[in-house]
């Protein structure tokens, strides 16, 4: 009785002895499996990032290279080593090169002084770029230019090339300039571009030379080709035989408007390292162009420059209803426009 008893305990024992589900050791060896998939990325993760670190050592070795001796902290950020798609800087590869834009008004000195500019030996000024209707359509064209010609791969019969140590050129308020004006400026900002400005005090005789120059456009009085700059006195004389007629109804607040949109120029670009200079002040004080060059880092030389005033002398002279103009002008803000502003 008592063995049966056994015998029956040990086959309920057998019967009911766990078995181990092969769905938990399944689950075992995923685990571990992805365990080790973690461990091992990892370790390859490590080895690719201690083989980059040469690569990025050896750019900040090239950078080093080429830093020059004497740049102040403030200037480093205005301070550049363009490498150029096109072609090879060569020996000039460490020469610093300084980025800046002339902005200013049509007729208000700019072709002038960009001749100036560009008599340096070291100084590329580009002309007016985005004259180009296309090259100013959006801002992603506008700083695709403008990659281009701080890259130095834009040329013109300005560009020093490989061993320029200022590039730039000049740019027209109404060119895209002041509808595009946050974001340009933030790329000023961005790649340390220098603004110069460049205006007129006496808008009046600006306004005398827009019209001038407008009416040759279609006149082309010079043996039929328009010239917006002259190089002979003779083609001066020619083109300053014509003379505007100004609407006096309009004038004053034509004037107030060109004020409120160079003020706008200068508040939406107040953030830029800039300098801004008048056409009148360089013409009458040679120090301002010495300003200039030193506002750039280029070495102090004597500027000239081929192109001839257009309008000369006294702007009675330069208008054909004067007396409207003198009566509107007399008595107000403007009046010191009628007089002499500088000497030729």
């Not at 403008?146 to 130095?152: A, F, G, I, R, S």
Request: include cysteine.
């Amino acid at each position: 009785m008592v063995d049966d008893l056994c015998f029956i305990t040990k086959d309920t024992l057998i019967i009911k002895t766990p078995k181990k589900s092969p769905l938990v050791l399944r689950m075992v060896v995923l685990v571990f499996a992805m365990v080790c998939g973690v461990y091992i990325c990892s370790i390859c993760l490590k080895q690719i990032s201690i083989r980059a670190k040469p690569k990025i050592v050896d750019l900040q070795l090239v950078h080093r290279r080429c830093q020059p001796a004497g740049i102040e902290q403030w200037e480093i950020p205005y301070v550049h080593f363009p490498t150029p798609k096109t072609y090879d800087r060569s020996e000039c590869e460490c020469n610093p090169v300084r980025f800046f834009a002339i902005l200013s008004m049509q007729r208000s000195g700019s072709g002038w002084f960009e001749t100036l500019l560009n008599s340096h030996i070291n100084v590329s000024s580009n002309g007016e770029i985005f004259s180009v209707k296309e090259r100013r359509d959006n801002i992603s064209a506008i700083e695709k230019t403008l990659d281009k010609v701080y890259n130095l791969d834009w040329f013109s019969s300005a560009s020093k090339n490989e061993c320029t140590s200022a590039v730039g050129f000049k740019w027209m308020l109404n060119q895209g300039l002041l509808e595009h004006h946050e974001e340009i400026g933030k790329y000023f900002n961005r790649r340390g571009v220098s603004a110069i400005f460049l205006f007129r005090r006496n808008l009046l005789r600006r306004m005398i030379s827009v019209l001038a120059n407008t009416y040759d456009r279609d006149a082309k009085l010079l043996n039929g080709t328009h010239k917006s700059h002259v190089h002979s006195a003779h083609e001066a004389e020619i083109l300053a035989e014509f003379k505007p007629t100004i609407n006096a109804t309009l004038l004053i607040p034509n004037l107030k408007g060109e004020e409120n949109t160079t003020a706008r120029a200068l508040e939406y670009f107040k953030s830029t390292r800039r300098i801004v200079l008048y056409y009148e002040d360089l013409i009458n004080n040679s120090t301002k162009l010495a300003d200039v060059l030193e506002f750039l880092s280029v070495p102090q030389q004597d500027l000239k420059s081929r192109q001839v005033k257009i309008h000369k002398g006294s702007l009675s002279e330069q208008v054909n209803n004067w007396d409207d103009i003198h009566s509107t002008l007399k008595g107000t803000q403007y009046e010191s426009y009628l007089q002499a502003d500088y000497h030729m």
